[in-house]
């Protein structure tokens, strides 16, 4: 009587109600059914093949899932119960800035005069636009201590390649031939990979027991045939570069650039400037320090803003403010720099999360955002603290943003791994911190509270891991090896995945 | 100054107190005195946030090209498709918009599920059995397709046709001074690409062509990929998602890397982005893949489950190795294209795509009957054409929205007599009214 | 160091990851917390002592909860985690229609053309709301086939209650003072509730083996006494009173009229007509019928439709299209019928939900209206003759949107109650049907699927019943004691509610 | 036709062979033939989910008084508050929005849970204990309170003071046809009501009165108070539930029922509806409270869980006997109040309620300047006031909405030389130049 679909509108799969698992949209497909419904347009009807020569016409047809809107809005609210998120809780992933979106910001980005605007549109039904890119570039500079801005990268690694692509345009302009940039070992993987896009080889240099960039070793590589510095400041290790400065002048007496991750940026707002300590080239990650939300991984936004010399080199087409007109009128228009290196978007980047960054400057104001930094960075040291005789304390002494911790000795003691303790934290109700991130930390928990979280918050993320760690000490690593124990799945095997690749419904069988 | 913020003087007071420290300012006694901003940022103060929602309804209202005034008749990468309430209101589930790249599966399933079906919905878009779970757009796709031809064939020259979207050529020009292939641009003539013959000394290791191509053009691919065949180079094709649905697929033609701009799923016009970049390829290029996959596996129970598989090709573990840079992705707009392609369904795309085509029919017709209005090409076109026109292109959109059209897209300096030419696209949004409308104006607009 | 207040980024308590109990928002507040933020307006700062006299001024603040938005919009989302919903998975609540409710009605209620006017505001400048308050009617009036329609009542309850009024006004209109009006013993509490309102006495009427109104029973206490007879058919067992006409020539001929309780309307949308079956009265409830959601109990709408004869008594003022002006454009104003009840309403009724309804009478149209009613019988039916063999059928014949049954053999047999059978329900991933009415059937079940569930949800509705029978009959009444096990809290001690009365947060101690 | 039917044709077949029917038709085989619908409705086939929306744009274009286009000084009732997005985003959650009443407590935790929280606010605010989980707006909580007062005092002489909304007033004369209520109503006096000394043979069973009343007027309602100690009637207060935020609540003034319309708390204007009914009273009349009740118990483990309770008040155990006929009430506009005064927190309370006053007093100065501007009546006001016109309050009105202005409201026949009168009403959300614009126009519109 009934095929072989799986029903629609049964919850089981929530885990309001139990912890089965949620058909395939195609499991839910029956042929015949729909859910579109489109407008009375009263066009022609040409047959197919009519329209479509015989030599490029498909002769069967796209299959995707055949749903009512019913069961399409059941499973899709489903899935949604079966994933975490800010809004449902705190999310100390290190790195990632995962503090609270407001929600103001999704009324912005709603404005059908800014969602409802096409990108090919020309500067004269488009001033809006060009004056919100305008005013936010504008802000950013400010905040970074820089001249001039592309806001084209789609998130950081865009923003790293824009920026090392600056980085050649501007020796190639001088004439000179380089090689290679250096990283610090703590960077972040995109560096080094952006590095190599970049037509560079990287130089790694170490860190020191400081929890900083090694500056003998730096000095060591440093010569004529780098082209830049990369770094991070605060570094992934929370910590700030204290020899920023010396860094500075070493890499521009060697007539290197030096070039500023901003995923950090949370953590200095309105207190230091990357231009301030000598930065050429800094990425922003606007879907980390400016609330815009992660999406699940994207999108993301990564300007790049450089010291004035670097201007001329930024992608275009860029929006700029021309001469107001007779009314005095504000009139803003596109250029693209003499010496552009070009495109690095389709069209003018992640329009929509530039308008929710600049929201989110605008109601915080050059107050608020100081404020930011100063409690982003309160929360961690308060975390820190607090853990500290929990866990390792590889680098111990006053953090930025987030701290780096160690299960080490949890895991040569008790057998529990940072991969079990982000488990078990899983059950106490809390997202897990970031695991064996950076790589230079044996076992790494990196907890990035933000500024958004609460005393309290902080008080029961502290005592979830504290009783994490009371337990392995109590009754061994069991409970924690097997955790999560009340998750829509428990502990995933992801081994298998790569083993036996299923990257599609369709690969199933 | 915002309140998102939860501490209250006596926290922070506390917190200083357990800390040890007596001022906010000691927190950052680490960094150097000397580069300290001295003073405040040359920022307003924070203000309400009605007062910012004022803001940007002004400029929201100092865009006359927005959507809901003026007819949209322009495409080229952005199509003005229709976005359901059901679509805007599940993709904008909170769980999904405020999440993280879901690196701990056992509760991220959400978005891990929602991503292995936009994966198998795109695969079957494309024809070719693995896609990622995004890129940033079409033309970082295009680029991070070439990059994957290039490392698969062992040779950079890319031969790309001039009928790709010229703003994705750009961007592949800008990348190449990092990567260093070397990128040849093959003209169209009439509007379809004019191989030439390659150099048996210099192959081609990537050749790259669009599928309908920029001008709306349909191109035979065979002859495309009879050049890889004959070269051992890769075929990168550069699809309209929408047109596949009455179209043969990249893959029916044997393209070994398949890439779209995902936007007509379900994804606002938004001034360009964010937009979404499908990337598809076979399975010998799965470990060459850029970007994040998601696999079925199971968990302890033997619950099936989704994880991100196949980490050691990217930046986080591969470093410098990675197959690609790319970190953050479209989740969002993935996730967004799985849930406005499962209300389209098997049908409801057809039916679009068939729409777009009749519409494109109508106006094309209306408009070659507009005396001075040419075909720009003769190739066949399916949902958007060129025409040459007898005023500048740059005129004829200005007059044009005047009477409330946005009338498409100047081909301007990428291609030739591009200036006297427009790009025209209709979507199954456009009613015979409007676009009789549409006709009516655009031949007022041509006088001279 | 911490203060009592809870922690308010901690998910513990979304089922997502465990089942802790989500403290209340006053138990997140710490003093001098905020979330507000309003526009700047630069009107002149008088002081409170200025702009309230003393003698009305209060001395304390009210004391509201005090959390930043990151904590608010935590917990009511952990909240909504804790909430089954129709988005979520099948209801089949008999007597309740909650079938699922289109995503474009939220788009039409949220236009902030419908959605941002004032109701004070003068016809002149709400000629849209107008227009679509008339289409509406006729549409209504269309479907029940009545003449006129009031749309300010603001649930089925109102409604009842407007339309006993009127019955009221009719008959003193007519010089006839009566008493009584007649209910059967099926119907819903609201509809004797209403009558006491309404100022008359209910005389109930029994139901017959067949599950119909025992005609006799009827005829014996009809006289010219009994001002109306309230009835819903389908009646509340889903059967349609196949003596309609009867009873309706039976309650004229002493006068009396025939009232329509239209909470069942979705099973006859376009296949039979209250009027036509001789009503004299007809109530709607919108937010079952027309989709428009039940957000969580409310807000309904109760449109009451009447025979040409009664309008004249309509509540007021009334939308009404106007002549058309000069170039013939439609106009709309207001209107008093002349021997108008008066207001049932503060303004218009609950006019967003009213313009959902439409919005759904709309997209279905006549055809899809149709169409509704004939599968939602076909579900229900369906369902029917797959459970009659698993529990008690007590009316066996064909239904139509909704099927009663009874578990009183299971109690008898296995000691497994109705509500048992509905908190088991729950741990099956579907939301309970209506237990225990209406009142007549001992151990009832009310099951109404509703048109908007699939087959497969159907199968899996019936297999979970199939398999609480099964348990029960193969291991006892245990299991189902002790459901549900799933939820995000377990069976709840209502009679402690009741003993210990805590209806605010300040109760509790 | 609509689409929000999952079934095929094959499905419908199946199930039709399963029932032993032939056709969709055989279904209704209990209907006699005689009533059956005769062919089809006279409503139009099912359209596009598109079409419906354009539709409804067109008449949401037609409405020129949207809040959106014309700055809003109208009150009487429904405010022009500010709705943050994030009060929209948090009541929209489809989990509040399409669930039903909470019949099982086991998983409607969450709309249990938000309305026990309501009904905490709602007796802080209106400073009685027990308030009840919502009614439909402030009118219907009005009559059920004068139908609890006069079951409480078991007398039904019901005194009105025409300071409560002239609406309200209307809607409880309808009502008492059928409660058989007599109703006196007593006007007011300089803006103040003018209670007459009760006659000892009929004194009233409730006294009702608003706080601030309908022309704004502050009024002592200590006399009411008096007069019910008098005569044993109950008090009954209709209050603004923001101008609590500055004002003595009803139970500091010793009501006895308090009731108010909520939709000042993060509801739309909305055309009038639907809104909210804030109800409270003494725990003295807990028995008697009309509507559903959320009470806090423990679960089977003893975790704390909320359920609906003292359920035999109501009509579907009580039947003709229940204490009202209240079954959907207003349950999302609850939520919604709970997380908008949350928002609000006890500082954003005061905050609006003082920037109302400011507005007014600012406003109110500006207009008493203008020639022929008079107070209609002289008791103190707060955030809302009635002035005295040179010119019919109705043409008023039609010049301002020319200027873009939703002057006020008409006090109409409501109250005497009402059609020359209008009561102005100003909220938070209006600044200063914009009040400025206001005063000048209005000026302009009161020239004769
Ligand atoms: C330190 C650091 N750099 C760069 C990136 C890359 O940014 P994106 O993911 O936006 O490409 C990240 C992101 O996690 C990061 O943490
Ligand atoms: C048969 C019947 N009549 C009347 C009503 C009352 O409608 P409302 O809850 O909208 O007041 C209901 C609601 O459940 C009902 O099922």
Not at chain 1, 130 to 149: D, F, I, K, W
Not at chain 2, 43 to 62: K, M, R, S, Y
């Amino acid at each position: 009587m009934t095929g072989p679909a799986a029903p629609g509108g049964r919850a089981a799969s929530a885990p309001l109600l139990g912890s089965d698992t949620e058909p395939t949209v195609f499991e839910l497909s029956v042929p015949g059914r729909r859910a579109w419904s489109l407008r009375t347009t009263e066009v022609p009807e040409v047959p197919v093949a009519d329209l479509v020569p015989v030599a490029f016409r498909r002769e069967d047809q796209v299959e995707l899932a055949e749903v009512s809107e019913r069961d399409l809005v059941a499973h899709v609210t489903r899935l949604s119960h079966r994933q975490f998120s800010v809004d449902l809780g705190a999310y100390p992933l290190g790195s990632c800035t995962m503090k609270y979106n407001p929600k103001v910001c999704d009324a912005v980005a709603a404005l059908e005069g800014l969602a409802g605007v096409h990108p090919a549109a020309p500067p004269s039904l488009t001033q809006g636009w060009l004056s919100l890119l305008v005013e936010l570039e504008r802000a950013l500079c400010e905040l970074t201590g820089m001249a001039a801005a592309t806001l084209q990268p789609a998130a950081g690694a865009a923003g790293e390649l824009t920026g090392l692509l600056l980085m050649r345009a501007w020796h190639q302009a001088h004439g000179s031939v380089r090689h290679r940039v250096v990283i610090p070992d703590s960077a972040h993987g995109t560096n080094p990979a952006s590095v190599t896009l970049g037509g560079y080889q990287v130089t790694t240099v170490p860190t020191d027991e400081r929890g900083c960039v090694d500056l003998d070793a730096l000095c060591r590589v440093l010569d004529e045939d780098v082209a830049g510095i990369m770094l991070t400041n605060p570094n992934t290790l929370g910590l700030f570069e204290e020899d920023i400065t010396t860094i500075a002048r070493k890499a521009h007496d060697v007539g290197a650039l030096l070039y500023y991750d901003g995923a950090n940026l949370n953590a200095i707002l309105g207190v230091v400037r990357p231009g301030d300590m000598g930065f050429d080239i800094v990425h922003m990650n606007l879907h980390k320090t400016f609330a815009t939300p992660h999406g699940g991984g994207g999108p993301g936004a990564g300007p790049v803003a450089v010291a004035e010399r670097l201007a001329p080199f930024l992608p275009g087409p860029r929006p700029v403010a021309l001469e107001p007109d007779e009314e005095g009128t504000a009139r803003f228009g596109w250029t693209v720099p003499p010496q552009s290196i070009g495109r690095v978007h389709g069209f003018h980047g992640n329009a929509l999360v530039l308008a929710r960054a600049l929201a989110y400057l605008l109601v915080n104001g050059g107050d608020g955002l100081r404020r930011v930094a100063e409690l982003a960075v309160l929360n961690a040291n308060w975390l820190r603290t607090r853990l500290r005789g929990t866990f390792d304390a590889p680098y111990d002494r006053p953090c930025m943003h987030e701290a780096v911790l160690s299960a080490r000795t949890l895991r040569d003691r008790f057998g529990v791994r940072a991969l079990d303790v982000a488990k078990r934290l899983l059950d106490e109700g809390f997202h897990a911190p970031t695991i064996y991130f950076p790589l230079i930390v044996d076992e790494a928990l990196m907890i990035e509270p933000t500024e958004t979280e609460s005393l309290q918050t902080l008080e029961a993320l502290a005592q979830a891991f504290e009783r994490i760690v009371a337990e392995a000490a109590a009754s061994g690593p069991a409970e924690a090896h097997a955790a999560p124990h009340h998750t829509p799945v428990r502990r995933v095997d992801e081994a298998r995945a790569a083993r036996h690749l299923v990257a599609t419904y369709d690969a199933r069988h | 100054m915002g309140t998102y913020t939860p501490h209250t003087d006596d926290e922070i007071a506390d917190m200083l107190a357990f800390l040890g420290l007596d001022t906010l300012d000691d927190l950052f006694a680490a960094i150097p005195e000397a580069i300290r901003l001295q003073g405040r940022l040359e920022l307003a103060d924070g203000v309400g946030e009605p007062d910012v929602l004022a803001h940007f309804t002004e400029l929201a209202e100092a865009n006359l090209a927005r959507n809901d005034r003026m007819l949209c008749f322009a495409g080229g990468g952005a199509y003005d498709h229709e976005v359901p309430q059901v679509t805007r209101s599940l993709a904008g589930r909170s769980e999904f918009v405020t999440s993280y790249t879901p690196y701990q599966p056992e509760v991220a399933q959400g978005v891990l599920q929602a991503v292995f079906e936009y994966q198998t919905l795109v695969s079957r878009l494309s024809g070719l059995p693995i896609s990622n779970a995004s890129l940033y757009d079409g033309a970082t796709s295009l680029v991070e397709a070439v990059n994957l031809g290039v490392a698969a064939a062992g040779r950079n020259q890319v031969w790309v046709s001039s009928g790709v979207h010229p703003h994705w050529r750009q961007v592949l020009a800008t990348t190449a001074a990092g990567t260093g292939h070397r990128t040849t641009v093959v003209p169209l003539l009439d509007g379809t690409t004019a191989w030439p013959e390659p150099d048996p000394n210099d192959p081609p290791g990537v050749v790259a062509v669009a599928l309908p191509n920029y001008l709306g053009c349909l191109e035979d691919l065979s002859v495309a990929r009879r050049l890889c065949d004959a070269t051992g180079a890769q075929l990168v094709v550069a699809f309209d998602p929408v047109a596949v649905g009455l179209l043969r697929s990249p893959g029916a033609w044997g393209a070994d890397v398949a890439v779209a701009e995902g936007q007509p799923f379900g994804t606002a016009l938004g001034f360009g982005g964010p937009y979404l970049g499908l990337f598809s390829t076979t399975t010998a290029h799965v470990r060459r893949l850029p970007g994040r996959l998601v696999g079925e596996t199971v968990d302890v129970d033997g619950r099936r489950a989704y994880v991100t598989t196949l980490r050691a090709r990217e930046q986080d573990i591969r470093r410098d190795k990675a197959t690609s840079n790319v970190c953050t992705n479209q989740t969002l707009m993935a996730v967004t294209a799985a849930i406005q392609l499962s209300w389209l369904g098997t049908s409801g795309l057809v039916e679009v795509a068939t729409r777009c085509a009749r519409g494109a029919r109508y106006a094309r017709d209306g408009l070659l009957a507009i005396d001075g209005v040419e075909p720009y090409a003769t190739a066949p076109v399916l949902r958007e054409f060129a025409l040459r026109l007898p005023v500048p292109a740059d005129l004829l959109i200005e007059r044009m929205a005047e009477a409330g059209f946005l009338a498409g897209i100047a081909l301007g300096d990428h291609y030739q007599g591009g200036s006297h030419a427009v790009l025209v696209t209709v979507t199954e949004r456009r009613t015979r009214r409007e676009i009789d409308a549409y006709l009516a104006a655009f031949a007022d607009a041509v006088r001279p």
